[in-house]
C-alpha cells in the first residue's frame, strides 16, 4: 500500500537535501506523530484520493509539504470554515481539518463551534500542546494555569484567562458523534490515539457523522524542554487538567448522502418562476396623458397597508403592457407597522430616475402621508386619498386634482379591511387611466395565482375601488 | 500477525533529528543515542542494536519523522543503502490533474421578469452555475441570500448562513477552491468583515463572487444606498497585493447580467469578483430579461476537489520563501495587467460631442442619465461617462473624450471614492490636467437629476466657451385623465 506521505517533500524548500525528506518540525514535536497516525488511517481506509487536507496558520501549515492527498491552506482560526465550503462542494471528499489550539481554540472558536453544531461527517483533529508554537510561545487557551509563557511572563492568571478545555465543550454540542481527547506520552497512548484518528476519519468515510480527536502533544522547543522531558510535563501536568478518554461515542447509520446538484435547464427556470407564456397586453399605448416619457407615482401609508403590494402591481402592469417599469420601496427596521412608501416609474423607454420625489400621482393611506408628501405633487398632478380616515384633506397647490375615496369603508363593506389598497388600485386606474383595468386585474390574478378566494375578492375590491372613483358616494375634497 | 512476519527497523541517520522519542518507545533497549555527530545534520542520530531487536514495531509509532525509522526491506544488507529503495522516482503517484469544462446549456426565450436587484443577482447566480450559497444576513442585502435559501434546495443546491461573515467568506474559500462557483450578499459592514478571506482567496488564487449592496458609513452608518465602499473594492481589499475585478450595476438587469460576468471572469482569473450596488439597487424593482444560455459548471484543473484526477493539487497563500512570495506577487500583477487590459467596460451615453462629462455609477448613473437627457433638450453638450468596470477603471474609454470634454462632474452618493479612481486612472494614463468637479450626497441619500441639472448649468456658466442653455424647463404637466 502506497503511503499518504509524499516519497519527497518537494514544497519544503524546494525538496532540496535534507528537507526534500525531513518534515520541518522540531526534535520530539507531536504534530509528527499526529500526521503519521492521520496518514496511516488514510492509506488503511483507502481514500487517499479523496482527501482534503485543510492546514490553517500553526505550526502545521505546512502540512501540505507532507501529505500526498489535495491540500488546502487556510487563514488562523478558518479551517472549518474552509473544509464546510470543500464538503458541501465534494459531499464524497474527505475532509480533515487538522487544527492547533491557538487556531481552532482562539480565533476560530466561532468557526469550529458552528461547523462542529452542523455535524456533517467530517474529521477534526486538534492538537493542543498549550502553547503557541509557531509565533514563538506565547499563551494559548489551554496554557495551564501559573504556566509561563512570553505573554503570560509571571504565570497565567485569571486576568490572563482560564485555561479552556475544549474536548468537553466540543462534546457538549448535538453535533459530533465522537470526541476523544488522547495524548502522545507513552506507547499506550500512542496506540489510543493512533487509534482515534483512524475512528474519526473511518465515522467520516462511512458517511456517519463528525468525529473529533483532540491530542495533548509536545511542544518541547517552547516548553524548553527535551522530547522526554515534554512527554513528562504533558502526563504529569496537561493530563491532570485535561482528562484523557472518549468524551462522547453515539452510534449513527450513515446519512449524508446528498444528490448532486440540478442543472437540468427545465427545473432551473420552473424554480425560478421564469415563464415562455407571454403576458396579455390590454393597453394600446403609452398613457401620454399622464407624461410624454415617464410617468412617476408614489403610493404611501402604513405599513400594513398593502401600498408596497400594490405599486409593485403598478410596475408590473407597465412591464407586462411593454414598458420599462420600477418599483422602489422604501426599505428598513420600520417596515413592519410604521411608514411605508413606495416609488413607482412607467417610462416610454427606460426609467432614468427610479425615485419620485416630485410624483404625477400621490396615492395616500393616511393624514400623514398626505401631509408629507402632497405638496411634492407636480402642479397638474393627482393626489388620491382614503376618505375614510381623512376627513379633511390638507390645501395643496390648486392645479393637484384632490380625488377622496373612502378605500378602508369600501373594504370594510366588502368584509376584509385587508383589501383597502386592491379598493385604491381600482381608483388609482380609474383616476389616471394608466393602463386598462384589465390590466391591473391580470397582474392581480398573476401574483396569486393559488388563492381563488382572494383573487375574487380582490377583483371585487379593485372593481369598487373604480367605480367610486367615477361615480363618488360625495364630493371629493379639494 | 506472527512476529515473523514484521520488519525490523531501519533509518537513514540523517532524516534523525535525535529526538529519543524511540528510545523510551522500544521495550528492549536497543536503541540508543549515537556517540557520532551524523555530518549533514550536525545532530547525533539514534543506533539499533538489531540483534536485540525482536521487531515490535513500537519505534515506528514513536517516530514523529515520516520518513524516520521504518520497516526494513528484507534482505537488506547493513552497509550503505540506496535511497530509491525506499522512495520512488516521483514525489507522488498522483494524475496530472485535468480541466472538466463548462457546459452552455441553451435556454428557451422567456417572458421578461419583474425583479427586485437583490433577486435578479441571485437568479444571475443560479444561470451561472452557483449551488452553494454562503452568507449572513444584512440590510439592504438579505433577500437576496433569502431568495438563494428558498431556491438552492430546490436545485439540490446548499445555503449555508454562517455564524459571521468572516466565517461566509472562508465557506466560499473552501467551495471556491474545490473549483465550484459561489457567491455571498453582504452589505458594508459585512464586507468590511470579509476582507481577511478575500486577500486569502487573492493569494492562493481562489474564484468567488461577492454582491455587496453599499450602504451609508461609517460604522454601522444606515442601511440607506451610498456608494462609499468603492475605496475598498478598489483599493482595499484586504492585506498585501490585491485587485479584483469590480463590477457596479446600474439596474436589475445588469445586476442579474454581470453576476453572470462576475462568475466568468473569477473562474478565467482565478480570483474573487466583487459586484458593487447601492441599497436603492439592490431593493429597486424592475424588468428584467434572462439570457439565452445558463452555465453547468465543470471542475477546473487547479482545483483541490477530493478526486483522484485532482489530488497533486495545492491551493496556499503561504511562500515562505522571500523569492518566492516576490515570484508570486509578480505572477499576481501579470495577471493585474491582464484585467487592466482586457476588462475595462463603460457605458458611453452621448459622449461623442460632450463638452461636460457626468461621470456616475449604480443609481446615481441612472439619475444622471436622466440629467444627460434634460440639458441635451435644453440644448447643452453633455453626456454621461459611466464606469462599468471600477477597477479597472475604464480610463480606455474615457481618455479619447477628453480632448473635446472642457470638464467632468462625478456624481456619486459618498465622499469622492469614485472620483479618487478617476483621479488616479488619468494620473497613471498620464492625461493632462482636467477640470473635475463634483456633486455628492451622504448617508443614503442620492443625488437627484434636477441637482445635477443644476449642477452643470452652473457649471457650463463660468466657461464662456461652453454651449449652454439659459433656463430651466418646468416640470409642470397636465394632468388629464382620458
Known amino acids: ?478 | 500477525m506472527p512476529v515473523t512476519m514484521r520488519a525490523k527497523p531501519f533509518l537513514f541517520p540523517t532524516f534523525c533529528k535525535a529526538c529519543g522519542r524511540c528510545i523510551e518507545a522500544c521495550p528492549k533497549d536497543c536503541i540508543e543515542m549515537s556517540t557520532e555527530i551524523d555530518p549533514v545534520t550536525g545532530l547525533t542520530p539514534v543506533v539499533i542494536d538489531l540483534e536485540v531487536c525482536n521487531a515490535c514495531g513500537l519505534c515506528f509509532t514513536a517516530c514523529p519523522e515520516p520518513h524516520g525509522l521504518l520497516p526494513r526491506p528484507e534482505g537488506l544488507g547493513a552497509g550503505e543503502v540506496d535511497p530509491s529503495v525506499f522512495f520512488g522516482p516521483r514525489p507522488s503517484t498522483a494524475p496530472v490533474p485535468e480541466t472538466i469544462p463548462d457546459t452552455r446549456v441553451p435556454l428557451p426565450s422567456f417572458e421578461p421578469m419583474v425583479l427586485k436587484g437583490t433577486h435578479a443577482s441571485a437568479v444571475g447566480a443560479l444561470l451561472a452555475g452557483c449551488r452553494h450559497f454562503f452568507g449572513y444576513p444584512i440590510t439592504p442585502s438579505t433577500e437576496g441570500a433569502e431568495l438563494m435559501a428558498r431556491l438552492l434546495p430546490e436545485l439540490d443546491g446548499f445555503f449555508v448562513q454562517a455564524v459571521s461573515e468572516v466565517a461566509a467568506v472562508n465557506m466560499i474559500y473552501g467551495c471556491g477552491g474545490a473549483g465550484l462557483p459561489s457567491m455571498t450578499f453582504t452589505s458594508s459592514p459585512g464586507f468590511s468583515l470579509m476582507l481577511e478571506g478575500i486577500s486569502y482567496m487573492i493569494g492562493a488564487e481562489i474564484p468567488g463572487v461577492f454582491v455587496n449592496v453599499m450602504r451609508g458609513g461609517p460604522g454601522l452608518g444606515n442601511i440607506g444606498p451610498e456608494q462609499a465602499d468603492i475605496k475598498l473594492v478598489c483599493r482595499g481589499l484586504g492585506h498585501g497585493n490585491t485587485h479584483a475585478v469590480v463590477l457596479a450595476p446600474s439596474t436589475p438587469q445588469e445586476m442579474l447580467d454581470l453576476t453572470m460576468l462576475a462568475f466568468e471572469l473569477a473562474f478565467r482569473y482565478r480570483n474573487p469578483v466583487v459586484l458593487v450596488g447601492d441599497g436603492y439597487l439592490g431593493q429597486i424593482m424592475g424588468r428584467v430579461e434572462l439570457p439565452c444560455e445558463m452555465v453547468r459548471p465543470g471542475i477546473p484543473e487547479w482545483a483541490v476537489h477530493g478526486d483522484e484526477t485532482h489530488r497533486g493539487n495545492l491551493l496556499s497563500s503561504i511562500q515562505i520563501a522571500e523569492a518566492d512570495l516576490e515570484a508570486h506577487n509578480v505572477h499576481l500583477n501579470d495577471k493585474y495587467r491582464r484585467m487592466i487590459e482586457r476588462e475595462q467596460r463603460a457605458e458611453l451615453y452621448r459622449c461623442d460631442d460632450a463638452d461636460w462629462l457626468v461621470v456616475a455609477c449604480n443609481t446615481p448613473a441612472r439619475m444622471a442619465k436622466g440629467a444627460v437627457e434634460s440639458l441635451r433638450a435644453q440644448g447643452a453638450s453633455v453626456g454621461l461617462f459611466r464606469p462599468v468596470t471600477l477597477w479597472p477603471f475604464p480610463s480606455g474609454d474615457l481618455l479619447p473624450l477628453l480632448d473635446r470634454a472642457r470638464g467632468l462632474l462625478v456624481v456619486e452618493a459618498g465622499s469622492g471614492q469614485l472620483e479618487d479612481e478617476l483621479r488616479l486612472a488619468l494620473s497613471h494614463a498620464g492625461a493632462p490636467g482636467t477640470r473635475i468637479e463634483n456633486l455628492r450626497r451622504f448617508g443614503g441619500m442620492l443625488p437627484q437629476g434636477q441637482d445635477i441639472v443644476d449642477k452643470v448649468i452652473a457649471l457650463a456658466h463660468g466657461d464662456p466657451s461652453c454651449t449652454a442653455p439659459s433656463t430651466t424647463t418646468s416640470h409642470a404637466t397636465a394632468m388629464a385623465p382620458a
Open chain 1, 1 to 478: 500500500m502506497h503511503s499518504a506521505f509524499y516519497d519527497h517533500f518537494a514544497r519544503h524548500g524546494h525538496g532540496a537535501g535534507l528537507k526534500g525528506h525531513a518534515t520541518h518540525y522540531c526534535p520530539g514535536c507531536g504534530h509528527g506523530l499526529a500526521h503519521k497516525y492521520l496518514a496511516e488511517a488514510i492509506t488503511e481506509l483507502d481514500v487517499q484520493d479523496r482527501t482534503v487536507a485543510i492546514s490553517p496558520v500553526g505550526c502545521a501549515v505546512f502540512l501540505y509539504y507532507y501529505f500526498d492527498v489535495g491540500n488546502t491552506q487556510a487563514a488562523h482560526g478558518r479551517a472549518p470554515a474552509v473544509a464546510l465550503g470543500h464538503k458541501l462542494a465534494n459531499p464524497s471528499s474527505i475532509v480533515v481539518s487538522y487544527q492547533g489550539d491557538g487556531d481552532l481554540a482562539s480565533i476560530g472558536l466561532a468557526e469550529i463551534l458552528q461547523v462542529v453544531q452542523m455535524g456533517l461527517p467530517m474529521t477534526f483533529v486538534f492538537i493542543n500542546n498549550a502553547i503557541y508554537g509557531m509565533t514563538g510561545g506565547q499563551m494559548a487557551p489551554t496554557t495551564l494555569m501559573g504556566q509561563t509563557t512570553t505573554t503570560s511572563p509571571h504565570g497565567r492568571d485569571r486576568f490572563t484567562g482560564q485555561t479552556l478545555r475544549v474536548a468537553e465543550m466540543i462534546a457538549g454540542l448535538d453535533g459530533p458523534i465522537y470526541v476523544e481527547r488522547v495524548a502522545l506520552f507513552d506507547r499506550k497512548q500512542r496506540t489510543r490515539a493512533k487509534r482515534a484518528i483512524a475512528k474519526a476519519l473511518r465515522l467520516q468515510v462511512e458517511n456517519r457523522g463528525l468525529g473529533f480527536v483532540e491530542v495533548l502533544a509536545e511542544c518541547p522547543t517552547q516548553l524548553h524542554m527535551t522530547p522526554i522531558e515534554a512527554e513528562r510535563w504533558v502526563q504529569e501536568k496537561m493530563v491532570p487538567v485535561f482528562p484523557l478518554g472518549v468524551k462522547k461515542d453515539l452510534t449513527a447509520e450513515p446519512w449524508f448522502t446528498p444528490e448532486a446538484p440540478s442543472f437540468d435547464a427545465r427545473r432551473l427556470t420552473r424554480t425560478i418562476h421564469a415563464s415562455t407564456e407571454p403576458a396579455p397586453r390590454f393597453g394600446d399605448g403609452f398613457p401620454a396623458h399622464v407624461d410624454e416619457h415617464d410617468v412617476a407615482i408614489k403610493f404611501a401609508g402604513a405599513g400594513g397597508d398593502g401600498a408596497q403590494t400594490i405599486a409593485r402591481l403598478t410596475a408590473k402592469s407597465g412591464i407586462n403592457e411593454g414598458f420599462d417599469a420600477t418599483y422602489i420601496p422604501s426599505y428598513g427596521p420600520e417596515s413592519r407597522g410604521g411608514t411605508s412608501y413606495a416609488d413607482v416609474h412607467v417610462a416610454r423607454r427606460e426609467v432614468l430616475s427610479p425615485a419620485a420625489p416630485e410624483p404625477h400621482v400621490l396615492v395616500a393611506f393616511n393624514p400623514p402621508s398626505l401631509e408629507k408628501f402632497g405638496p411634492c405633487v407636480r402642479p397638474g398632478g393627482l393626489v388620491l386619498y382614503d376618505q375614510t380616515v381623512t376627513p379633511e384633506a390638507p390645501r395643496l397647490d390648486p392645479s393637484v386634482q384632490m380625488v377622496g375615496v373612502p378605500f378602508t369603508g369600501i373594504a370594510a363593506d366588502l368584509g376584509k379591511v385587508k383589501v383597502k389598497n386592491t379598493v385604491a388600485l381600482g381608483a388609482f386606474q380609474a383616476a389616471t387611466r394608466l393602463f386598462p383595468a384589465d390590466s391591473f386585474l391580470e397582474a392581480l390574478r398573476r401574483s396569486m395565482p393559488d388563492d381563488c378566494e382572494m383573487a375574487v375578492l380582490n377583483e371585487e375590491a379593485f372593481r369598487r375601488g373604480a367605480m367610486a372613483f367615477d361615480e363618488p358616494f360625495d364630493e371629493p375634497a379639494n
